[in-house]
Every structure is written in C-alpha cells, then in structure tokens.
C-alpha cells in the first residue's frame, strides 16, 4: 500500500477551500459544478452550433474525438487510483466538511480514519474536465480564454466538497492534458488529415 504524507502546504490549501471559503452561496453552487454532465457541456454546446451551421457530419465526428478523449482520461485516473489508493479528505482528516444524500456534514473532531484505502489520487473530475477542455481548446481557437475555467472550477469543487486534496486535482489536471495531447499526437503521426473537419491537418481549423 501506498502511504501519503500530506505536506504542511496541501494540508493548508486543503483546509482554506473546505473551511475558509465554506458559505450558504458555495454549498449550493459547488455540488452542481461538480455535477458530471460538465464534463460534457462544452463539447455539446460545440456539437450543436456545427450542427446548427449544417456541418452535421462535423458535429459527430467531434463528439466521437471527445467520447475516446474521455475514455482514455477516465481509464488512466482509475488505473492511477487503484495503484495509488490513497484515502479522500473525508475518511481522512477530521472537521472535513463534506455532502452526502443531499446533506452537509462534517467529521467529528475526534475522527481516526479506519480506511486503508481509497480512490482519492487522482482526481478523475479534474482530469476527464481538463481533457475535454485541452481538446476544445486546440480545436477551436476561439474557446481557449474561457473553456480552461471549465478544468479550474471542477477541481476547486472537488476540494470544497471534500472529496479530494489539492496534489489530487493538481495532478488529474496534469494527467487530462497528458492524454489529450498524446492522443493528438498518435492521431496526426498516423492520419494526416484533421480529426474533425477531414482537411488539411491544422489545429484550430474549425472556427479560426
């Protein structure tokens, strides 16, 4: 089993977002923002516009790109995961504040953690959003000023919640680039012809 020290400075990191910016606002805004359908929200908004212009076959082909971008993302956090193993914030350390059946609540003070292990390293949230977002991001040029807010607000939900440390998304976000641009890269070695438009091979090429 893999043992994780926490450092003094994710410890810290973690106890600002859980306790230092807990609020009526962020506990009924941050269970919605980690809601799973984001992951999916941008490359569908995108979808539709295509779809909207006539470019149908367009449209597919970009929600086919980003099911195999999330695949891979989400299968390579679990494999993570499970050699990790490393315990959540809320089977871990005491006064974490976190959501369960629709409900706040909060670890006793007293806490002694009984889990050996857990699904905490990586944050598979913070990767499967920063994958999509990298993808959108090459691809069309115009979303790259907003669609990296997508990634950065997950992973900040994940820690509010209690159900991940700051290394946890910092790292998920490290392994969501990693996948997307690696996959880009095997697909323009082996097909020289843009992914999604068909053409000549050029990033952003959809809306330049």
Not at 99 to 108: F, V
């Amino acid at each position: 089993m893999t043992h994780f020290h926490i450092p003094d400075w994710e410890l810290s990191l973690f106890l600002f977002f859980n306790h230092g910016l807990k609020c009526a606002f962020l506990d009924w805004l941050m269970p919605i923002v980690s809601e799973s359908f984001l992951v999916w929200l941008a490359g569908v908004n995108a979808a539709i516009v295509l779809w909207m212009e006539g470019k149908l076959g367009v449209a597919l082909r970009l929600l086919a790109l980003l099911v195999v971008v999330i695949i891979l993302s989400d299968s390579s956090a679990k494999m993570v995961k499970e050699a990790t193993g490393r315990v959540r914030p809320l089977n871990d350390i005491p006064g974490t504040h976190y959501r369960e059946d629709g409900e706040w609540r909060q670890l006793p003070a007293d806490f002694e953690r009984e889990k050996e292990r857990g699904s905490s390293y990586v944050s598979a949230h913070a990767a499967n959003t920063m994958a999509i977002a990298v993808a959108i991001s090459l691809l069309f040029a115009r979303s790259r000023p907003w669609i990296l807010l997508l990634p950065l607000v997950v992973g900040m939900s994940r820690i509010y919640l209690g159900k991940h440390f700051p290394m946890d998304v910092a790292m998920g976000w490290l392994l969501g680039a990693a996948t997307t641009m690696t996959l880009f890269a095997v697909i323009r070695f082996f097909h020289p012809k843009h992914p999604v438009t068909g053409g000549k091979w050029q990033l952003s090429a959809i809306w330049p």
